[in-house]
């Protein structure tokens, strides 16, 4: 039982260059997110998933895209990349049946050169 | 709209001290609080969590935090710090009701522990 994988665990990128972070569960959760953390901020929401088929966007989704492949994988993609989206990323799941709570992978640092 | 602050960026505490690390949050409806700890390079743990009921709720690894109505406050307590609690604490509130999908999180508080 994994819980929450994010893939990679580090990634270079160039200025304009696209790269997709990818996220999985085997918690059966419905729920999932993706965040962004940067130093002073704290987490900020990029885009969640309700259930497979859907998403909307957070506090911060302008430069991404997301994918609900299906109920287990839930992935960000950004198609070109900016030094501002230098980060770490983390992807989490939400219990719906234990009061919002939310369950976090160990995260994709990203560095845009 | 939801909002949490967490007033301190950095507290420093000697291994054997209490600790409280403070959360005020603004949410006009009964809020779901919770306080996740992240140690350097890894992903958020959840510490504790309230929703209903006693306002004291007790968590991991011996933390218990307050929640106080009339303060808009969470605050996080331990009576007695160890060096392995050196780490990034994170005050959290969702909807209680309605079925919202999201947590707003504060800036964070990083935990010095000295020996």
């Known amino acids: 039982n994994a819980g929450v994988t994010q893939t990679p665990k580090f990634q270079v990128l160039k200025t304009g260059q696209s790269m997709t972070l990818q996220c999985a569960q085997d918690m059966n959760h419905n729920s999932m997110y993706w965040y962004r953390q940067d130093p002073g901020m704290g987490l900020r929401l990029i885009y969640y998933?309700?259930?497979?088929?859907?998403?909307d966007k957070g506090e911060v989704p302008n430069g991404y895209n997301v994918s609900r492949l299906n109920k287990r994988e839930f992935s960000l993609r950004l198609e070109s990349a900016a030094p501002s989206q230098t980060s770490v990323y983390f992807c989490?799941?939400?219990?719906?049946?234990?009061?919002?709570?939310?369950?976090f992978g160990p995260g994709t640092r990203l560095l845009v050169l | 709209a939801q909002s949490v602050t967490q007033p301190d960026i950095h507290i420093t505490v000697s291994e054997g001290a209490s600790l409280e690390l403070r959360c005020n949050y603004s949410?006009?409806?009964?809020?779901?609080l919770f306080w996740y700890v992240q140690s350097p390079g890894q992903g958020l743990q959840l510490l504790l969590k309230?929703?209903?009921?006693?306002?004291l709720v007790q968590g991991i690894k011996g933390f218990e935090a307050e929640f106080k109505r009339s303060q808009s406050s969470f605050n996080l307590r331990k009576p007695s710090v160890h060096w392995s609690d050196a780490a990034e604490y994170f005050c959290a509130v969702g909807e209680a009701q309605g079925g919202s999908e999201k947590l707003v999180f504060g800036k964070g508080t990083k935990l010095t522990v000295n020996p």
């Open positions: 309230y929703f209903s009921g006693d306002t």
């Open positions: 989490a799941t939400r219990d719906r049946y234990s009061q919002e709570t939310q369950y």
């Open positions: 998933s309700a259930s497979e088929g859907t998403t």
């Open positions: 949410y006009g409806a009964t809020p779901y």
